[in-house]
């Protein structure tokens, strides 16, 4: 389950946000996860519940927005979806395409610290 060193370098990293604002505890991170990217978000959330005990994170939430897989066409400038398994093949002039223009995300695109009371 390679998810939990993911979810463990997610605490890494927001807790080294944490830090370098006061240690303040964190409320919540945000990831995006690509239909590609080889992560099942409901194994990294668990992952994730797993991996935050004891740290700043311990009563953090887990955001994951999932990005589904786009490809381009080149030949026609046709965006579709790609489809599992991958598919590459424009529905529009039936040429393969190359250009994936989304689905690999793997990536932390936010980090909420929790208010301090005072």
Same mark, same amino acid.
């Given at each position: ?16 946000? #944490? ?38 994170? #311990?009563? #953090? ?6 990005? #589904? ?50």
């Amino acid at each position: 389950m390679h998810e939990l060193s993911i979810a463990t370098a997610i605490v890494e990293q927001a807790d080294e946000t #944490a830090r370098t604002h006061g240690t303040r505890p964190v409320a919540a991170v945000t990831v995006r996860v690509g239909e590609l990217s080889g992560v099942v978000p409901a194994a990294l959330a668990f992952a994730f519940d797993v991996a935050r005990d004891g740290t700043a994170l #311990a009563s #953090a939430a887990l955001v994951v927005e999932e990005v #589904a897989a786009r490809a381009h066409c080149g030949p026609c400038d046709e965006e579709f979806a790609v489809g599992t398994p991958p598919f590459f093949w424009c529905p529009r002039c039936d040429q393969p395409s190359q250009g994936l223009r989304s689905g690999r995300e793997l990536e932390i695109t936010g980090i909420e610290l929790a208010e301090v009371a005072g």
